[in-house]
Protein backbone atom coordinates (compact mmCIF):
# COMPACT_ATOMS: atom_id res chain seq x y z
CA UNK A 1 0.00 0.00 0.00
CA UNK A 2 1.29 3.23 -1.02
CA UNK A 3 2.46 5.32 1.88
CA UNK A 4 1.03 8.87 1.92
CA UNK A 5 1.74 12.17 0.30
CA UNK A 6 2.24 15.18 2.34
CA UNK A 7 0.17 18.45 1.19
CA UNK A 8 3.73 20.08 0.30
CA UNK A 9 4.96 17.26 -1.81
CA UNK A 10 1.75 17.12 -3.91
CA UNK A 11 2.11 20.62 -4.51
CA UNK A 12 5.48 20.51 -5.42
CA UNK A 13 4.80 17.44 -7.78
CA UNK A 14 1.73 19.41 -9.50
CA UNK A 15 4.11 22.75 -9.86
CA UNK A 16 6.74 20.34 -11.41
CA UNK A 17 3.96 18.81 -13.78
CA UNK A 18 2.19 22.87 -14.64
CA UNK A 19 6.52 23.17 -15.30
CA UNK A 20 6.81 20.34 -17.73
CA UNK A 21 3.89 21.38 -19.50
CA UNK A 22 4.37 24.33 -19.88
CA UNK A 23 7.50 23.42 -21.10
CA UNK A 24 5.57 21.21 -23.93
CA UNK A 25 3.63 24.09 -24.97
CA UNK A 26 6.51 26.39 -25.34
CA UNK A 27 8.02 23.46 -27.21
CA UNK A 28 4.56 22.91 -29.27
CA UNK A 29 4.18 26.16 -30.09
CA UNK A 30 8.48 26.61 -31.55
CA UNK A 31 7.13 23.60 -33.47
CA UNK A 32 4.21 25.19 -34.99
CA UNK A 33 6.13 28.49 -35.87
CA UNK A 34 8.26 26.40 -37.45
CA UNK A 35 5.97 24.54 -39.61
CA UNK A 36 4.32 27.41 -40.66
CA UNK A 37 7.47 29.43 -41.33
CA UNK A 38 8.70 26.17 -43.43
CA UNK A 39 5.13 26.50 -45.51
CA UNK A 40 5.47 30.19 -46.42
CA UNK A 41 9.19 28.70 -47.54
CA UNK A 42 7.85 25.77 -49.27
CA UNK A 43 5.55 28.17 -50.90
CA UNK A 44 7.99 30.92 -52.03
CA UNK A 45 10.17 27.74 -53.39
CA UNK A 46 6.94 26.33 -55.02
CA UNK A 47 6.57 29.72 -56.78
CA UNK A 48 10.11 29.82 -57.44
CA UNK A 49 9.90 26.52 -59.39
CA UNK A 50 6.86 27.26 -61.20
CA UNK A 51 8.65 30.97 -61.91
CA UNK A 52 11.88 28.67 -63.39
CA UNK A 53 9.73 26.50 -65.36
CA UNK A 54 8.05 29.13 -67.05
CA UNK A 55 11.35 30.75 -67.96
CA UNK A 56 12.61 27.42 -68.99
CA UNK A 57 9.51 27.39 -71.47
CA UNK A 58 10.56 30.58 -72.81
CA UNK A 59 14.37 30.15 -73.19
CA UNK A 60 13.58 26.37 -75.28
CA UNK A 61 11.23 28.76 -77.18
CA UNK A 62 14.35 30.93 -78.16
CA UNK A 63 16.26 27.94 -78.84
CA UNK A 64 13.98 26.67 -81.06
CA UNK A 65 13.51 30.03 -82.89
CA UNK A 66 17.30 30.47 -83.04
CA UNK A 67 18.05 26.98 -84.10
CA UNK A 68 15.36 27.55 -87.06
CA UNK A 69 17.07 30.80 -87.82
CA UNK A 70 20.64 28.80 -87.70
CA UNK A 71 19.35 26.28 -90.59
CA UNK A 72 17.84 29.61 -92.30
CA UNK A 73 21.12 30.59 -92.50
CA UNK A 74 23.40 27.40 -92.74
CA UNK A 75 20.57 27.15 -96.72
CA UNK A 76 21.52 30.43 -97.21
CA UNK A 77 25.40 29.93 -97.43
CA UNK A 78 24.55 27.16 -98.71
CA UNK A 79 23.34 28.67 -101.95
CA UNK A 80 25.61 31.80 -101.48
CA UNK A 81 28.27 28.89 -101.80
CA UNK A 82 26.16 27.70 -105.22
CA UNK A 83 26.40 30.98 -106.51
CA UNK A 84 29.98 31.64 -105.77
CA UNK A 85 30.61 28.84 -107.84
CA UNK A 86 28.26 30.01 -110.91
CA UNK A 87 30.17 33.67 -110.37
CA UNK A 88 34.02 31.32 -110.68
CA UNK A 89 32.46 29.90 -113.79
CA UNK A 90 31.42 33.35 -115.38
CA UNK A 91 34.19 35.11 -114.84
CA UNK A 92 36.15 32.10 -116.29
CA UNK A 93 33.93 32.19 -119.32
CA UNK A 94 34.26 35.97 -119.02
CA UNK A 95 38.34 35.68 -119.22
CA UNK A 96 37.87 33.28 -122.33
CA UNK A 97 35.79 35.69 -124.41
CA UNK A 98 38.33 38.71 -123.10
CA UNK A 99 41.03 36.53 -124.89
CA UNK A 100 38.86 36.01 -128.21
CA UNK A 101 38.41 39.81 -127.98
CA UNK A 102 42.23 40.18 -127.77
CA UNK A 103 42.82 37.81 -130.82
CA UNK A 104 40.19 39.91 -132.89
CA UNK A 105 41.79 43.35 -132.18
CA UNK A 106 44.97 41.37 -133.36
CA UNK A 107 43.39 40.03 -136.26
CA UNK A 108 42.05 43.83 -136.98
CA UNK A 109 45.34 45.40 -136.75
CA UNK A 110 46.57 42.80 -139.24
CA UNK A 111 44.07 43.50 -141.60
CA UNK A 112 44.60 47.31 -141.08
CA UNK A 113 48.08 46.59 -142.24
CA UNK A 114 46.89 44.99 -144.99
CA UNK A 115 44.98 48.02 -146.07
CA UNK A 116 47.72 50.03 -145.66
CA UNK A 117 50.25 47.73 -147.95
CA UNK A 118 46.81 47.93 -150.23
CA UNK A 119 47.24 52.00 -150.10
CA UNK A 120 51.11 51.70 -150.59
CA UNK A 121 50.42 49.88 -153.79
CA UNK A 122 47.52 52.16 -154.84
CA UNK A 123 49.59 54.69 -154.58
CA UNK A 124 52.38 53.31 -156.78
CA UNK A 125 49.63 52.15 -159.37
CA UNK A 126 48.86 56.30 -159.20
CA UNK A 127 52.31 56.76 -160.04
CA UNK A 128 52.55 54.75 -163.06
CA UNK A 129 49.33 56.26 -164.12
CA UNK A 130 50.28 59.53 -164.10
CA UNK A 131 52.76 58.67 -167.04
CA UNK A 132 50.23 58.21 -169.31
CA UNK A 133 47.62 61.38 -169.14
CA UNK A 134 45.42 59.55 -171.64
CA UNK A 135 44.95 56.42 -169.68
CA UNK A 136 44.78 58.04 -166.37
CA UNK A 137 41.97 60.11 -167.84
CA UNK A 138 40.16 56.93 -169.42
CA UNK A 139 40.03 55.19 -165.85
CA UNK A 140 39.50 58.25 -163.67
CA UNK A 141 36.43 57.97 -163.38
CA UNK A 142 36.97 54.13 -162.24
CA UNK A 143 39.70 55.13 -160.28
CA UNK A 144 37.66 57.93 -158.08
CA UNK A 145 34.69 55.57 -157.56
CA UNK A 146 37.44 52.93 -156.26
CA UNK A 147 39.03 55.75 -153.83
CA UNK A 148 35.36 56.66 -152.75
CA UNK A 149 34.50 53.10 -151.56
CA UNK A 150 37.74 52.64 -149.55
CA UNK A 151 37.17 55.82 -147.96
CA UNK A 152 33.31 54.71 -147.15
CA UNK A 153 35.37 51.30 -146.10
CA UNK A 154 37.52 53.30 -143.75
CA UNK A 155 35.04 55.36 -142.18
CA UNK A 156 33.20 52.11 -141.66
CA UNK A 157 36.33 50.67 -140.19
CA UNK A 158 36.90 53.38 -137.70
CA UNK A 159 33.11 53.39 -137.24
CA UNK A 160 33.37 49.85 -136.10
CA UNK A 161 37.02 50.28 -134.24
CA UNK A 162 34.95 52.84 -132.26
CA UNK A 163 31.93 50.61 -131.42
CA UNK A 164 34.38 47.88 -130.29
CA UNK A 165 36.23 50.53 -128.30
CA UNK A 166 32.90 51.29 -126.49
CA UNK A 167 32.32 47.68 -126.37
CA UNK A 168 35.59 46.98 -124.34
CA UNK A 169 34.85 50.25 -121.83
CA UNK A 170 31.40 48.21 -121.28
CA UNK A 171 32.60 44.87 -120.65
CA UNK A 172 35.31 46.15 -118.24
CA UNK A 173 32.54 48.16 -116.65
CA UNK A 174 30.91 44.76 -116.30
CA UNK A 175 34.12 43.33 -114.81
CA UNK A 176 34.14 45.81 -112.27
CA UNK A 177 31.38 45.66 -111.03
CA UNK A 178 31.40 42.11 -110.87
CA UNK A 179 34.44 41.83 -109.03
CA UNK A 180 32.61 44.44 -106.55
CA UNK A 181 29.31 42.07 -106.13
CA UNK A 182 32.24 39.11 -105.45
CA UNK A 183 34.12 41.31 -102.73
CA UNK A 184 30.67 41.87 -101.02
CA UNK A 185 29.91 38.36 -101.03
CA UNK A 186 32.74 37.84 -99.56
CA UNK A 187 32.36 40.31 -96.74
CA UNK A 188 28.75 38.40 -96.20
CA UNK A 189 30.21 34.89 -96.07
CA UNK A 190 32.60 36.19 -93.27
CA UNK A 191 30.05 37.78 -91.20
CA UNK A 192 27.76 34.81 -91.91
CA UNK A 193 31.21 32.52 -90.62
CA UNK A 194 31.86 35.09 -87.74
CA UNK A 195 27.81 34.39 -86.65
CA UNK A 196 28.02 30.61 -86.69
CA UNK A 197 31.25 30.23 -84.63
CA UNK A 198 31.13 28.75 -80.90
CA UNK A 199 31.44 31.75 -78.65
CA UNK A 200 34.92 32.22 -77.14
CA UNK A 201 34.63 31.37 -73.41
Same mark, same amino acid.
Do not use: W, Y
Given at each position: ?????????????????? @????????????? +?????????????????????????????????????????????? $???? +????? *???? *??? +????? @?????????????? @??????? $????????? *??? @???????? +???????? $???????????????? *??????????????????????????????????????
Amino acid at each position: MPGCVTRQEFERRMRELE @SEVEGEKVVTRHI +LEQTQRNGDDLGVMKADVRRLAGETALIKGVVTHQAGLLNVLTQDV $GLMR +LDTNE *MRRD *MGD +LRQEM @SGVHRDVGDLRQEM @SGVHRDV $GDLRQDVGV *MQI @SLNRLEQR +LDGLEGNV $GTMRTDMDTMRTDMDT *MRTDMDTMRANVDTMRTDIAAVRTDVAAIRAALAPPTL
